[in-house]
């Protein structure tokens, strides 16, 4: 069974290779918004699965899914693809990934509107949020509409879960309330990355006061 799902969803050498180009001619285009050089290795994708729970209810959301490298390791982790979105803001690569993965729900659209584009798939409630996104070199207005329209939409126990290339948060916590915690650090990734989990703090807004 596993072998069928890694067969289904995992992409040919040639067309790896044809998406690190297109991932690496889209990151000289935009340095800033794609955020790294190369798409992500199956062993980031395994540790960011290793952290949804996925007996609290709602979807499963992918933002900033690329290429799809993060997205297809969901699915052969078992992420029901039912309840799975994936969310890119870059036309030719939401084409390419629809390309690679069909059957997949791409949304072609801007993370920073999380809650209107669930809305217009009519999903109530997101069990949990993998983001992809480059938050340390997005602006920061754009992270704050994330970072608090991704926390409407969740579960109360939901988890918002990213990586990083950088050795602290990803989320500045200077900005928001969140119990948060460093899960992992995967070495088998180029560059290696961490893997950090947010939930909310009960009781607790998730943004601090604008200063
Ligand atoms: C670091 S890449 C990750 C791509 C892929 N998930 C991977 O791990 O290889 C960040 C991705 O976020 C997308 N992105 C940046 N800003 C976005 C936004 N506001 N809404 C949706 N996607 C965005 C970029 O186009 C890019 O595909």
Known sequence: MHDRLHKRHAPPVAHR??????????????????????????????????????????????LGAGTGPITATLLQSGVPPERFYAVERDPGLAAALRQRLPGVRVIEGDAGELPALMRAEGVETVSAIVSCLPLVSLPRALVRRVIEGGFDVLHPEGRFIQFTYGTISPIPLRHFRLQARRVCRVWRNLPPAAVWRYTRIPGEPVARDRG
């Open 17 to 62: 290779r044809r998406d690190a180009a297109l991932f690496l001619w889209k990151w000289i285009q935009a340095p800033t918004r794609i955020g790294s050089v190369w798409p992500s290795g199956r062993a980031l994708g395994r540790a960011m699965a290793a952290e949804l729970d996925l007996t609290v209810p709602g979807a499963i959301v992918e």
